[in-house]
């Protein structure tokens, strides 16, 4: 397992355009974040899933917004409509649940860019 | 709400030195973590260092060590022995009862050769 990996790593879009991105997080991890990253931001939550089910949402998320992680493996996100504020690295993260050593640490991948035009 | 607060953008330090960098939080939790992350260039985030709220011994990883004061809220990282690898944006971030994570704006930290 090489890690969180998501893709595409960069993407370019007009606005009004759908875009998606895919996630894959390292295998034995039950658990899924997605993060928004704009420059000279630190990562902003936007949501949290536990195996297939989404537990929790940024109440800052747009209704444009949707994730899911349809067998509890990979998610995808996708934003419709997109508009020149959406642009950003957005950033996955996986963990383990429970109590051990690895709960509470996320682990997260090198992000997909996003640009709209 | 949590807050993280990163009083400074950025912060430069010479090779072989010792750069401290600080970061505050507002929370009305007991039970918390938190975390510091480097994120380099053009490159993921990862997990330098943890603390546990209630634990009072500092944690330490090698070079990297925390000053943990929970009655001022107050989560500093102590790099010692800085290497030109350490070069990279630091975010402090909090984990409360909820899932996710809270992060400051982040420290630009430079080293100079």
């Known amino acids: 397992d090489t890690g969180v990996s998501q893709d595409p790593r960069h993407k370019i879009t007009k606005r009004g355009q759908n875009v998606t991105f895919r996630c894959d997080p390292i295998?034995?991890?039950?658990?899924l974040y997605w993060y928004r990253q704009t420059l000279g931001q630190g990562p902003e939550f936007l949501t949290y899933?536990?195996?297939?089910?989404?537990?929790?949402k940024s109440r800052l998320l747009s209704d444009r917004f949707s994730a899911e992680r349809p067998k509890g493996s990979f998610s995808t996100l996708e934003i419709q409509r997109t508009e020149q504020g959406d642009s950003a690295m957005y950033l996955c993260?996986?963990?383990?649940?429970?109590?051990?050593?690895?709960?509470?640490?996320?682990?997260f991948g090198a992000g997909s860019r996003l640009t709209v035009l | 709400a949590q807050t993280v607060t990163q009083s400074q953008p950025e912060m430069s330090v010479q090779e072989a030195e010792t750069v401290t960098l600080s970061c505050t939080y507002d929370?009305?939790?007991?039970?918390?973590?938190l975390f510091w992350y480097k994120q380099p260039p053009s490159r993921q985030m990862i997990l330098v260092i943890r603390?546990?709220?209630?634990?009072?011994q500092n944690a330490t990883e090698n070079r990297f060590s925390v000053n943990f004061q929970k009655a001022a809220k107050s989560f500093s990282l102590k790099i010692s022995d800085s290497q030109l690898g350490d070069a990279a944006m630091y975010f402090c971030?909090?984990?409360?009862?909820?899932?996710?994570?809270?992060f400051g704006k982040g420290t630009k930290l430079t080293v100079n050769p």
């Open positions: 993260a996986s963990s383990l649940g429970g109590m051990g050593p690895g709960a509470n640490v996320l682990t």
């Open positions: 295998s034995e991890h039950n658990r």
């Open positions: 899933f536990q195996n297939e089910a989404q537990l929790e």
């Open positions: 929370t009305s939790e007991s039970d918390y973590y």
């Open positions: 603390q546990e709220a209630y634990k009072q």
């Open positions: 971030a909090y984990k409360g009862g909820s899932e996710k994570l809270v």
